[in-house]
């Protein structure tokens, strides 16, 4: 019998058009769109199938969108299969839906929270970040020790990609050492300000205030949580404005989940980039996808076969 769990993309796996096909062919799917517009007060679902790109790609857009979006997947399937996970993760805004599927939050709740989040870090600028591939933690950090200003890991993704974040002179310095010490690619990253780093500390505390007032349940289903990779089941409140400004221990997470038994994933959202990673850090599991009725209809197939 196969230990499943199941996983939830973050901000960067957007696209024009995403979701479209879960509206057209699935009741619940629509459902999900229709309440997302109605909870947010507008039309998320258009920005989603029609763009344009530029209005999709701002955080305060970006982040209901994928949530909405996986949520739709999440809940086409669970229409047509009855596999329950042992585990749930979301990468970054994507925990946001791993509390929905384990049962922590309400659909709304989960609209309400994560149009808040993207609100508060959308609004704090400054600072930068970069991913690191195929580079030792140990070099990242000697690199950013060497350097003047605030520099951190923002995303362990996987033992292949690091992503750095802070100060603007800082992360470009410390990826001018990197190059300098022989590492091949060292990518900015296109993104508004320097997300799960110190800058974002004051959106994290406003936001623990506006926590305070949401109704979060305890789980039978753990989640993985990013500020930690631990297996949680409670506390939830304490870990939510944490997570906007601490380290994303994915990489972690995805093994401590492969250590208690876990042999297959499903990521379910828009794109393949967690199965991507997940081929870097384990190639012996499975990863399936769910982002249309095509890919959900394979991955219960897939399942299925013994």
Not at 31 to 52: M, N, Q, T
Not at 53 to 65: D, F, G, S, V
Not at 258 to 271: L, Q, R, S, Y
């Amino acid at each position: 019998m196969k230990k499943v769990a199941f996983l939830f993309p973050g901000q960067g796996s957007q696209v024009v058009g995403m979701g479209h096909d879960l509206f057209e062919n699935f009741e619940v799917g629509k459902k999900v769109y229709e309440k997302a517009d109605e909870v947010l007060g507008r039309s998320i679902s258009k920005i989603c199938f029609e763009g344009p790109e530029e209005e999709l790609k701002q955080t305060i857009n970006t982040q209901p969108a994928i949530l909405t979006t996986s949520i739709a997947a999440l809940e086409a399937f669970k229409s047509k299969c009855d596999i329950k996970p042992a585990y749930t993760a979301g990468h970054s805004l994507g925990e946001y839906v791993a509390y929905y599927a384990a049962g922590a939050i309400s659909l709304e709740n989960a609209l309400k929270l994560i149009q808040k989040r993207a609100e508060l870090m959308g609004a704090t600028k400054g600072g930068s970040m970069a991913a690191v591939l195929k580079a030792d933690e140990s070099l990242i950090r000697e690199c950013m020790d060497a350097v003047d200003g605030y520099v951190d890991i923002a995303n362990y993704n996987s033992p292949a990609q690091i992503v750095i974040t802070g100060d603007d002179e800082a992360v470009k310095k410390t990826c001018e050492l990197l190059t300098e010490k022989g590492v091949k690619r060292v990518v900015p990253l296109a993104v508004s300000g320097a997300f799960h780093s110190q800058f974002m500390k004051e959106a994290g505390e406003k936001f623990a205030d506006f926590v305070k007032d949401i109704e979060v349940n305890d789980t039978n289903i753990p989640v993985v949580t990013n500020v930690d990779a631990e297996f949680t089941t409670s506390n939830f409140k304490e870990k939510m404005p944490k997570q906007i400004y601490s380290s994303v221990h994915w990489c972690q997470s995805i093994e401590k989940m492969i250590d208690a038994g876990v042999d297959t994933f499903i990521e379910f959202g828009n794109g393949t980039v967690l199965a991507g990673l997940n081929k870097k850090i384990n190639p012996e599991v499975k990863t399936y996808n769910v982002y249309d009725k095509e890919s959900l209809e394979t991955t219960i197939q897939n399942l299925n076969e013994v």
